[in-house]
């Protein structure tokens, strides 16, 4: 198939839209992507590329084109405000220029949000007819209001309106969490276009080097958080946990990655003298994690307690399952779920920062084989739900209608 992905994060930038690119266009199919200029999360451009430098490039086969858009910056609400709409005007020229040159037999949205990175495939819906896949990735304007603190009717009315007119010009609405299906229901009906698609956990951690050098971490039972480390994942009530477990010198707490909360992390833990109990490696690549995630005896997930958010399965879970590691949650849904189904971890309700550092203590004085069967039990339950071979495959069944 002549495959369009329109996504506004893709290589080097970490999301899900790189594997699926690069995983079609192995398996022999004819893959483009727009989209834009790489600068996620710093908000800053990337050294290799800029307005005039790698904006056209072949990687692994996958032809990328990208749009001109001003960089998140600080990620404050006017710079991002700028920064999706920006992308979405000029992909959406962009998207002219590729439409009449070339034939696509199916575009994918790759939305983990903004919403806007779906004009683009409007144009081709309306012009070309060409088949949409809208995957959905975060619910609009939900997450807007959630996420992004909006709370002004008119703006959340006029996104509720916006993301209806995506639904009925998608083919297809892909969902990574079956929660989403109620949510989008409720905006018309749009069941017969809803179909369940999880995702996977990247090649690069279930099967990657882990030899990747990577800094020294500290000596004890090590409690690693990997990702972005945001407004959603509810650092606050992770440090509250912390601090109950300070006099706990044998438990440290490593976070990897970087996003909006880190400035409140750092301030918190200089407030509270955390310096000995928690370690702050920074960001890295994914090819990365498989080396960190060795490393770890135990890994954290968390996100707020919100309707919504408790409707998301975060990413991160197959991505700890996928390297055969114990998980303890705070968290609701359909996540916690997995986790009891699995039977990897413990889940405490979203919040109960008091239960997770209980939690947290009572792994702490597990042996080394009970924590292996966890983990054990953690990459069984990947195998048969999230491995990426599997996931492409029914994509391209999908695709196919079959």
């Excluded at 490039?57 to 998140?72: A, D, E, H, T």
Aim: glycine fraction near 6%.
């Amino acid at each position: 198939m002549n495959i369009l992905i329109i996504t506004q994060y893709f290589y080097p930038e970490t999301f899900k839209s790189t594997d699926m690119a690069f995983e079609l266009q192995k398996r022999g199919h004819n893959v483009t992507v727009l989209t834009g200029i790489p600068n996620y999360p710093e908000g800053k451009i990337y050294p290799e590329y800029g307005f005039f430098k790698n904006r056209k490039q072949v990687v692994n086969g996958v032809k990328i084109f990208r749009s001109l858009l001003l960089p998140r910056g600080n990620g404050g609400g006017i710079r991002l405000f700028l920064n999706y709409y920006s992308f979405a005007f000029f992909a959406s020229l962009k998207a002219l220029v590729l439409g009449f040159k070339n034939k696509y037999d199916a575009i994918i949205v790759h939305e983990p949000s903004p919403i806007t990175q779906f004009y683009p495939a409007l144009l081709f819906k309306k012009l070309w007819k060409t088949p949409v896949y809208f995957w959905v990735m975060d619910l609009w304007p939900e997450s807007l209001s959630i996420a992004g603190g909006i709370k002004n009717k008119l703006i959340l009315n006029y996104y509720e309106s916006v993301v209806k007119n995506f639904y009925r010009n998608s083919d297809k609405i892909l969902i990574t969490s079956k929660g989403f299906r109620k949510a989008i229901n409720q905006k018309g009906s749009f069941d017969d276009k809803i179909v369940y698609f999880p995702n996977w956990a990247e090649d690069s951690i279930s099967e990657g080097d882990k030899n990747y050098p990577i800094p020294q971490l500290p000596q004890g039972f090590k409690v690693m958080f990997a990702g972005n480390i945001g407004e959603a994942q509810d650092l606050e009530n992770i440090m509250k946990a912390i601090l109950i477990l300070k006099d706990q010198k044998n438990i440290k707490f490593i976070l990897v990655g970087d996003g909006r909360k880190m400035p409140f992390v750092k301030d918190f833990i200089k407030e509270h003298q955390l310096h000995e109990n928690v370690y702050l490696p920074g960001r890295f690549p994914v090819e990365a994690m498989a080396s960190f995630f060795e490393k770890a005896d135990v890994m954290l997930v968390t996100l707020k307690d919100d309707p919504i958010f408790n409707l998301t399965v975060p990413a991160k879970i197959q991505a700890y399952m996928s390297a055969s590691k114990p998980i303890i949650a705070m968290l609701n849904g359909e996540g916690a779920d997995n986790i009891d189904e699995a039977g990897c971890g413990y889940a405490v309700p979203a919040g109960d920062y008091t239960e997770l550092a209980k939690i947290i203590l009572k792994m702490s004085e597990l042996s080394f084989q009970d924590l292996k069967t966890l983990g054990n039990n953690s990459r069984i339950f990947f195998e048969k739900n999230f491995k990426l071979n599997e996931c492409i495959s029914n994509l391209e069944k999908i695709l196919n209608n079959k």
